[in-house]
């Protein structure tokens, strides 16, 4: 069975940074494509950032792009997303998810595109 298990949210103040961890279990992280989303208070879900290792691809939206790192580790079967100087815009609840099958890169941020689900991490920014 496919589990995704987020973590690593919390309350930070503006500028500062957090690591989100998504711990898989039922597969090997390097073989499957892995999204990041959040999702803010009436706000769609938003593809945050994407990686697959066996297509050596990664996305992120701008608003991230030269703050937010995603990562995989196959020995730890974890993907993890470094956010550096968040800001209020960054509060959400992120989610990280699973994509079965091997998407192509302009398909990484559609939620559609992902199978699998964990549950959501609360990051909050204080201002």
């Known amino acids: 069975e496919v589990q995704l298990q987020a973590s690593g949210g919390g309350l930070v103040q503006a500028g500062g940074s957090l690591r989100l961890s998504c711990a898989v279990s039922?597969?090997?992280?390097?073989?499957?494509?892995f999204g990041w989303f959040r999702q803010a208070p009436g706000k769609e879900r938003e593809g945050v950032s994407c990686?697959?290792?066996?297509?050596?691809?990664?996305y992120y939206t701008d608003s991230v792009k030269g703050r937010f790192t995603i990562s995989s580790d196959n020995a730890k079967n974890t993907v993890y997303l470094q956010m550096n100087s968040l800001t209020s815009e960054d509060t959400a609840v992120y989610y990280c998810?699973?994509?079965?099958?091997?998407?192509?890169?302009?398909?990484?941020?559609?939620?559609?595109?992902?199978?699998?689900w964990g549950q959501g991490t609360q990051v909050t920014v204080s201002s």
């Open positions: 998810a699973l994509a079965a099958s091997r998407p192509i890169v302009s398909m990484f941020p559609d939620p559609g595109t992902y199978d699998y």
């Open positions: 039922g597969l090997t992280v390097d073989d499957y494509t």
């Open positions: 990686i697959s290792r066996s297509e050596n691809s990664t």
